[in-house]
Structures are given as structure tokens and as C-alpha cells.
């Protein structure tokens, strides 16, 4: 049977939360998830520029993993809702961990080329075109009642633990052996897989017709008709779009801050001890009021932090703007999710969150190569300050034409 809802009123604690054998299993498969991707991203971003040295191909990395989610976005969440949804989990880790298995056995033979590391992108990217929806769609039916913006904040701390510890083990074993890294992604998700079996979400709400190409677009028709959901999304799209500067760090690392493939780690892993930190906060004290308006702060914020970032040239204050766009990035991650899933039936769960993971991966996939084409064109810098400039462009504009979403008070 399905563990039961922890009772209670207020929302039951942190601490709690983590008794909760279903809520637990989720987040250490989420968890362990994460850790590979981010060491995936340390890997082939630097072996990419090793092999290349283009600003150009760091950001065709980004777009080659975006094309997947892209061409079949609306199948995944048309199976999220049709299928049950920790077997589609399951099935994406296994092809994860099978991709990565591929590349560290070309690395480790000295095969490996700048094709063969695209074509394993591209199926990561399929992978995650299914996971991540399907994983987001799975959550509210795991969390307690009541609880999913602390079961979000805890659930996107874990991630951000990984997400600190994952760049810096991939640094380092990249830096020991190449194939070492793909090694601990096989590994991370092989068990992330095994713990997904081990959930036991409460029963799946499937709609009575699911067949048809008009219901695999039913979430496009949803968001469309809520003004405060369109604009929750494409505030992310847009504003990470320009902001995003993922994919200059190994040019930041190799070029502007003279560091190696630790020193990348470290970069790549400092906008999560941020978020880490804002989500300890935000486990303790939840953004009770005015949470349209805190969500638009923090998008300024982080345009503000990415500015910094551009300009620096020492490494503690990359790190520390790093740090503070993390933290901003979680308010408003924790905001939008909330959003976005409270105001969605379960039946729509998978195909909402479909169109909301095109939008997420748009901004950052894609705006990885904007940024990789922009640095092409203008140089790193100016590329990473222009994009802060445009985030806050974006989030002051958002606020008039969204007013609406700039007035929501309350999660509820």
C-alpha cells in the first residue's frame, strides 16, 4: 500500500518530512540523479573544450542536449500521465547509465571524438526529456498533504547537495582519469534506479481518454488559459535565457581565472552551496506573503549576481556572486514550482510539467548556446554582461504585463 499522509496542521517539519519512507526513496533517487548529471556537465564540457577549444561547441552542447526535449516533450508528459510514472523514472536512469558507461569506455581506449561525445549528448537528452517532467509530476503524489513547498524546499536542497559535491568529484576524477568520471555517473545512477523501485506514491489519477493528439497538447491548452502559470513559465524561460553564463565557465576557468578542471568544479558547484543554504532557510521559514513579488526580486537579483560574475576576475568574488545567484535562483525556483503544481489537477500533472521542463530546458540548454555563441561573437565578458542586463530587463517587464502574478499573496 501507499504510505500514508503524515497528518497534521501547520505542514509537518523538515525532519518529518524525512521520515516519510516514500518522500525519502524519492529524494535520494532525485539526489543521486543530480550528482551524475552535474558530473556529466563537468566531463563533457571540458573534454569538449580540450578536444575542440571552440566557445562555439561548449554551446552546441547545450543545444544538442535541448533538441530531445524539444521533439518530444509533449510524448513525455502524454507517458508521465499515461504510465506509471517511477517505471518511466526507472527506464531513464538505466539509459543514462548505459550512455555514460559508453563514453568512459571510448575515453578510457582513447577513442573518443567530438561526434561520438554529441551523439551521447543528444541521448541523455532524451533521456532527460522524460525524466525530469515525469519526476516533477511524481512528487505531489509522494509529499505529504499540505506540505509540497517544504517538500520542494527539501527535495531541491538534496539536489543542491549534489549539486555542490557532484562538480567537484567531477573535476576531480576528471582531472585523476577522464573515464573515472563516467565511472561514478554509472554508479550514482545504477542506485539511483534501484531506489526509484522502492517508491510508493499514492494512487495515480489517469484521465479517462488519454489517446489522441489533442490530449498529449492538453497542458499547452492549460497554461494558455492561467495567466499567473504562463507567466510563472515564461519568466524562467526568458530571464535564465539570457542570464545563464553555465557555459562560459570552462573559458571562465582556463582563461579569465587561469584555474583547472578542480577550479571548473568549484564554479560549477558554487551556485549550489547558495541554493543550498537559501533552501536550509527556506525548510525553516517558508515564504508565506507576498510571494508574487519575492519571486520577481529574486530573478532581479540573480541578473544582478550575473553581472558581477562577468566582470569579475578573481576567483572568490566569482565564487561568491556565484553563490548569491544560487540563492536567488531557489527562491524563485521554489515559487514557481509551488505554483505550477498546486493550480494543475493530477491528471494534467505530467503534460503541465511537460511544457513547463520544454520551457526550463529552453533557457538553460539553449541558453547555453546563446551564451556560446554570443562569447563566439563578442568575447566572454561582454557576452555574460549583456545577459545579466537582459534578465533584469526581463523581470521588470514581466512585472507589468503579468500584474496579476506580481499580486499572488499566498501559496495555498
Avoid at 499567473?228 to 562560459?248: H, K, P
Avoid at 521559514?285 to 576576475?313: C, D, E, K, P
Wanted: net charge positive; with cysteine.
Amino acid at each position: 500500500m501507499p504510505d500514508q499522509p503524515i497528518s497534521g496542521n501547520p505542514p509537518v517539519s523538515a525532519r518529518a518530512l524525512l521520515s516519510h519512507r516514500a518522500f525519502l526513496f524519492f529524494l535520494l533517487s532525485r539526489s543521486l540523479s543530480r550528482f551524475s548529471s552535474q558530473i556529466a556537465a563537468v566531463a563533457i564540457g571540458w573534454q569538449i573544450y580540450d578536444l575542440t577549444g571552440s566557445a562555439f561547441d561548449l554551446g552546441m552542447v547545450g543545444l544538442v542536449q535541448f533538441l530531445p526535449t524539444a521533439l518530444l516533450v509533449f510524448i513525455a508528459g502524454h507517458a508521465a500521465d499515461r504510465y506509471e510514472r517511477k517505471r518511466v523514472v526507472q527506464l531513464c536512469q538505466l539509459v543514462e547509465a548505459a550512455t555514460a558507461l559508453y563514453l568512459g569506455v571510448i575515453t578510457y581506449l582513447g577513442l573518443v571524438s567530438e561526434v561520438q561525445i554529441f551523439v551521447a549528448t543528444f541521448v541523455l537528452g532524451i533521456a532527460g526529456a522524460f525524466e525530469s517532467p515525469t519526476t516533477a509530476a511524481l512528487l505531489p503524489a509522494i509529499a505529504p498533504q499540505g506540505s509540497l513547498q517544504r517538500a520542494t524546499a527539501v527535495s531541491s536542497g538534496a539536489a543542491q547537495v549534489a549539486t555542490i559535491t557532484g562538480p567537484a568529484l567531477g573535476g576531480f576524477a576528471y582531472a585523476v582519469a577522464p573515464h573515472l568520471a563516467y565511472a561514478v555517473m554509472v554508479l550514482f545512477w545504477i542506485f539511483g534506479m534501484i531506489l526509484t523501485g522502492f517508491i510508493r506514491p499514492r494512487p495515480q489519477a489517469i484521465a479517462k481518454d488519454m489517446a489522441g493528439a489533442d490530449n498529449i497538447f492538453a497542458g499547452v491548452r492549460f497554461i494558455r488559459g492561467n495567466p499567473a502559470i504562463l507567466g510563472t513559465i515564461s519568466l524562467d524561460l526568458f530571464a535564465v535565457l539570457f542570464g545563464g553564463v553555465t557555459a562560459l565557465l570552462p573559458i571562465y576557468a582556463r582563461d579569465i581565472l587561469q584555474t583547472g578542471p578542480m577550479g571548473l568544479g568549484i564554479l560549477r558547484a558554487a551556485p549550489a552551496v547558495g541554493a543550498l543554504l537559501m533552501t536550509m532557510v527556506l525548510t525553516r521559514h517558508a515564504i508565506s506573503r507576498h510571494v508574487g513579488l519575492r519571486m520577481f526580486q529574486a530573478v532581479i537579483v540573480f541578473g544582478v549576481a550575473t553581472i558581477v560574475f562577468a566582470l569579475s576576475s578573481w576567483m572568490w568574488l566569482s565564487v561568491l556572486a556565484l553563490a548569491v545567484l544560487g540563492a536567488a535562483d531557489t527562491i524563485s525556483v521554489v515559487i514557481r514550482f509551488s505554483l505550477v503544481q498546486l493550480a494543475t489537477p493530477d491528471e494534467m500533472r505530467g503534460r503541465v510539467g511537460a511544457v513547463n521542463f520544454l520551457f526550463i530546458n529552453a533557457s538553460n540548454q539553449l541558453g547555453q548556446f546563446e551564451s556560446g555563441v554570443a562569447a563566439a561573437l563578442f568575447g566572454a565578458m561582454p557576452a555574460a554582461v549583456l545577459g545579466g542586463v537582459c534578465t533584469v530587463a526581463v523581470a521588470l517587464l514581466w512585472m507589468q504585463l503579468f500584474p496579476s502574478l506580481r499580486q499572488v499573496e499566498r501559496l495555498e
